[in-house]
């Protein structure tokens, strides 16, 4: 059973930083999309970063140069660190995998409806 497991959300004030983890077990599959969504309170699920075992890395515009994703596969852990963070970056986020999945589709409307595996999300919350 694939089990992901976020951690590392937290409050920080505009610009700061922060570091998700999300630790994956009992993946098998020889192939990977692992991924970052997140939804704030009234808005919908969106994509934020992915990366999958074609070695492609997509972000979102609304990220990119702020926000790295990657992947860790001795310890099993996938992060995304964030820079420079905003108040409309608050949201809970959530670590994804899916094992039919490519990078791309994280930046598709309602993609999130396709993937298989998820955690059950940290919460990032920026202040003004």
């Known amino acids: 059973e694939v089990r992901l497991a976020e951690s590392g959300g937290g409050a920080v004030q505009n610009g700061g930083s922060l570091t998700l983890s999300c630790e994956v077990s009992?993946?098998?599959?020889?192939?990977?999309?692992f991924g970052w969504f997140r939804q704030a309170p009234g808005k919908k699920r969106e994509g934020v970063a992915a990366?999958?075992?074609?070695?492609?890395?997509v972000y979102v515009d609304s990220v990119k140069g702020r926000f790295t994703i990657s992947l860790d596969n001795a310890k099993n852990t996938l992060f995304l660190q964030m820079n420079g963070l905003k108040p409309e970056d608050s949201a809970m986020y959530y670590c994804?995998?899916?094992?039919?999945?490519?990078?791309?589709?994280?930046?598709?409307?309602?993609?999130?409806?396709?993937?298989?595996?998820w955690g059950i999300g940290t919460r990032v919350t920026v202040s003004s």
């Open positions: 994804v995998a899916d094992p039919d999945g490519v990078a791309g589709e994280v930046t598709l409307p309602d993609s999130d409806y396709a993937m298989e595996y």
């Open positions: 009992g993946y098998t599959y020889s192939d990977y999309f």
């Open positions: 990366l999958d075992s074609a070695g492609d890395t």
